[in-house]
Protein backbone atom coordinates (compact mmCIF):
# COMPACT_ATOMS: atom_id res chain seq x y z
CA UNK A 1 0.00 0.00 0.00
CA UNK A 2 1.70 3.19 -1.28
CA UNK A 3 0.72 6.26 0.69
CA UNK A 4 1.80 9.80 -0.64
CA UNK A 5 4.07 11.65 1.71
CA UNK A 6 1.59 14.18 3.07
CA UNK A 7 4.49 17.15 3.92
CA UNK A 8 5.64 16.17 0.11
CA UNK A 9 2.79 16.48 -1.57
CA UNK A 10 2.29 20.00 0.50
CA UNK A 11 5.76 21.06 -0.31
CA UNK A 12 6.46 21.67 3.39
CA UNK A 13 10.30 22.08 3.86
CA UNK A 14 10.38 22.43 7.61
CA UNK A 15 7.94 21.07 10.20
CA UNK A 16 7.28 23.47 13.39
CA UNK A 17 7.21 21.57 16.52
CA UNK A 18 4.63 24.42 17.74
CA UNK A 19 2.39 23.29 15.85
CA UNK A 20 0.83 20.70 17.82
CA UNK A 21 -2.59 19.58 16.05
CA UNK A 22 -0.88 18.63 13.07
CA UNK A 23 2.16 16.65 15.47
CA UNK A 24 -1.06 15.18 17.30
CA UNK A 25 -1.89 12.73 14.00
CA UNK A 26 1.71 11.37 14.23
CA UNK A 27 1.41 10.30 17.66
CA UNK A 28 -0.52 7.12 19.09
CA UNK A 29 -2.74 7.31 21.67
CA UNK A 30 0.31 6.10 24.41
CA UNK A 31 2.16 9.62 22.97
CA UNK A 32 4.40 6.82 20.86
CA UNK A 33 5.79 8.41 16.85
CA UNK A 34 3.89 5.71 14.67
CA UNK A 35 5.96 3.98 12.28
CA UNK A 36 5.95 5.12 8.69
CA UNK A 37 4.65 2.45 7.28
CA UNK A 38 1.23 3.76 8.99
CA UNK A 39 1.25 7.01 7.93
CA UNK A 40 2.80 6.76 4.23
CA UNK A 41 5.86 9.65 5.39
CA UNK A 42 8.77 9.40 3.20
CA UNK A 43 12.08 8.90 5.30
CA UNK A 44 13.08 12.65 5.33
CA UNK A 45 9.55 13.87 6.58
CA UNK A 46 9.80 11.04 9.13
CA UNK A 47 12.91 12.33 10.78
CA UNK A 48 12.38 15.72 10.71
CA UNK A 49 8.74 14.58 11.97
CA UNK A 50 10.45 12.71 15.05
CA UNK A 51 12.90 15.48 16.29
CA UNK A 52 9.74 18.38 15.90
CA UNK A 53 8.00 16.09 18.05
CA UNK A 54 10.44 15.60 20.69
CA UNK A 55 11.35 19.18 20.63
CA UNK A 56 7.16 19.44 21.42
CA UNK A 57 7.21 17.26 24.26
CA UNK A 58 10.43 19.14 25.65
CA UNK A 59 8.64 22.31 25.83
CA UNK A 60 5.70 20.73 26.88
CA UNK A 61 3.28 20.90 23.94
CA UNK A 62 2.99 17.33 23.79
CA UNK A 63 2.65 15.15 26.77
CA UNK A 64 5.72 12.26 26.67
CA UNK A 65 3.27 9.43 27.49
CA UNK A 66 -0.30 8.76 27.17
CA UNK A 67 -3.06 8.51 29.97
Given at each position: ???????????????????????????????K?????????????????????????????L?????
Amino acid sequence: MNKQCIFCSQNMKEIDFRDAATLKRFVSSQAKIIDPMHTGVCAKHQRKLARSIKRARFMGLLPYVGR
